[in-house]
């Protein structure tokens, strides 16, 4: 869906190109998130998706379109923008915010007003209560549902988002990691995400392009970054605790085992990831939990000996 | 006893009255209106442009200083006497608030908001008309509610230069000391410099974004 070949920018004045000679290939359907230490070139190569920097060499295609080739206007109006200050209009109602892409475009009202309370629904901001209201009465979590409802107003195919979750506290970011992760996959999005917290990553990622002075260092999935780092780097940069982060992405009904005892004490639900679950025996001192279900049935169990295997093999 | 006599020099000369009050008016609005004309999309423009900025900037921050009469003054030797280069005086003198509003509220739009506008297909004249624009408007506006009444003021100058206006009666009430036709200027031009400030004031609040004003 997304191809850079050999991208390279350099700034004025800059020792060493921003982005070097980057290439990288995001499938449809995908979220590749970008990751790297500050300067590393991460939000330049996303920018640089939709011409906000143009690149200096290299080609950028999106859906087999270079898009050096488009207009630049037009290219913007068919790839979703999302960035970490959100940059609500503060002048417009919540309402207009949401139908600025939809407006450019010249839909008609009619068609502008049901999209609007169809994705401010979608988002969980009740299109009634909040149509009429101004981005400064919004927390910031609503701001970034706006910013997001915004964004997929008209549809698009991609959205490229920049730390949309940075400046929000870390409870309301992890409620909106999980719902907007969610609706993006269900909408079947291409998602470049860019960040410099490597649990969102992990968390958020179907690929991890690791990037450091402006080069690729590894492109993976979650699970052969974590258990494969290519290097010194990326060992390092996904941390000492890659094995717990393993299990934080491995569901607790995922590595189901059939029960043998009569009855576990303790129990986890089965959404919660493995690395919970082994949270929950550390503090139990228990070697099993009950796994349930959303109504409270047993569905099996997991065990340390279980984790200790999943660490430990591959 | 002074300001019915005024009042009684009004009754006895309407015509010469109403058609300075005109002149006057016509300076300020004349005056005024060219400087919006030439300094808000100038602003607009040096708010992108940082080293035609600060060149510009600084001219009117000195333009600032300039006593009005002297720029009236100055203009006499350049255009003569009369209307015009009272109007171009007038003009001169409404610039640099204006300018420097313009130029401050643009750069002070958030640059997130900006860069959302871009990101989203707004092309750079959409992005001045629909967002930056809109939410400069209070700034530009106190700097145009400045130059309204420095105009409005400045134009009683012109009457040195012979442009004509209320300042007509003050020169001459001062000349031949006859205090009831200073007062024929002076009391009109004080109520036009009041009525422009109050105007422009309701015009910056009514011109305010309602998303930005205060609760």
């Not at chain 1, 991609?158 to 979750?165: A, G, I, K, N, Y």
């Not at chain 1, 390092?236 to 009569?262: Q, S």
């Not at chain 2, 005086?89 to 643009?106: G, H």
């Not at chain 2, 004509?164 to 036709?181: E, H, N, S, V, W």
């Amino acid at each position: 869906m997304i191809d850079l070949e050999a991208v390279t920018k350099r700034f004025a004045g800059a020792a060493r190109p921003a982005v070097d000679r980057l290439s990288l290939a995001i499938p449809a359907g995908e979220v590749c998130v970008l990751i790297g230490p500050s300067g590393c070139g991460k939000t330049t190569t996303m920018r640089m998706i939709n011409r906000m920097i143009e690149p200096d060499a290299g080609r950028i295609q999106v859906a087999g379109r270079d898009v050096m080739a488009q207009d630049a206007v037009e290219l913007r109006r068919s790839v979703g923008y999302v960035i970490q200050h959100v940059g609500l209009f503060p002048h417009w109602s919540i309402a207009d915010n949401v139908a600025t892409v939809p407006r450019l475009l010249g839909w008609d009202e009619a068609r502008i007003s049901r999209r609007v309370d169809e994705l401010m629904a979608l988002v969980g901001m009740e299109p009634a209560q909040y149509r009429e209201r101004f981005p400064r009465e919004l927390s910031g979590g609503q701001k970034q549902r706006i910013g997001v409802a915004r964004a997929l107003a008209a549809d698009p195919p991609v959205m490229l988002m920049d730390e949309p979750f940075g400046a929000i506290d870390p409870i309301t970011r992890k409620h909106l990691q999980n719902e907007f992760l969610k609706i993006l996959r269900q909408l079947k999005k291409t998602i470049v995400f860019v960040t410099h917290d490597i649990d969102e990553a992990l968390k958020v990622g179907d690929r991890i392009a690791i990037l450091r002075d402006g080069a690729l260092v590894q492109y993976d999935t979650p699970e052969a970054l974590l258990t494969r780092p290519a290097n010194a780097f990326v060992e390092a940069f996904v941390g000492a605790d890659r094995a717990l982060k393993r299990l934080a992405l491995v569901r607790a009904d995922a590595a189901l085992e059939p029960v043998i005892a009569a009855k576990h004490g303790h129990h986890v639900a089965g959404d919660a990831t493995l690395r919970d679950a082994l949270a929950l025996m550390l503090a139990a001192g228990v070697d099993a939990l009950a796994v349930v279900d959303s109504d409270g049935a047993v569905q099996g169990v997991v065990t340390m000996t279980g984790i200790r295997a999943r660490t430990v093999k591959h | 006893m002074l300001f019915i006599e005024a009042w009684q020099f009004i009754l006895d000369h309407p015509r010469r009255f109403f058609s300075a009050l005109a002149t006057h008016v016509e300076l300020s609005i004349g005056a005024l209106g060219l400087a919006i004309l030439i300094a808000v999309p100038l602003g607009i423009w040096l708010s992108t442009h940082v080293r035609a900025a600060q060149a510009a900037i600084t001219a009117a921050n000195i333009g600032r200083t300039l006593p009005s009469l002297a720029v009236l003054a100055l203009a006499m030797p350049l255009l003569g006497t009369g209307f015009a280069p009272a109007l171009f005086a007038l003009t001169l003198l409404a610039l640099p608030p204006i300018l420097i509003n313009t130029w401050t509220a643009m750069r002070q739009v958030d640059p997130d908001v900006v860069d959302a506008a871009i990101g989203m297909g707004l092309t750079r004249g959409e992005v001045i008309r629909q967002v930056e624009l809109p939410l400069s408007l209070p700034v530009i506006f106190a700097g145009i509610r400045i130059a309204a009444v420095q105009v409005v003021s400045g134009a009683v100058l012109a009457a040195y230069i012979g442009g004509g206006g209320l300042g007509d009666f003050i020169t001459a009430g001062i000349a031949m000391m006859a205090m009831p036709q200073l007062l024929v200027g002076a009391v009109p031009a004080t109520l036009l410099s009041i009525g422009a400030d109050r105007l422009f004031g309701r015009l910056q609040a009514a011109l305010t974004p309602i998303g930005m004003r205060d609760a």
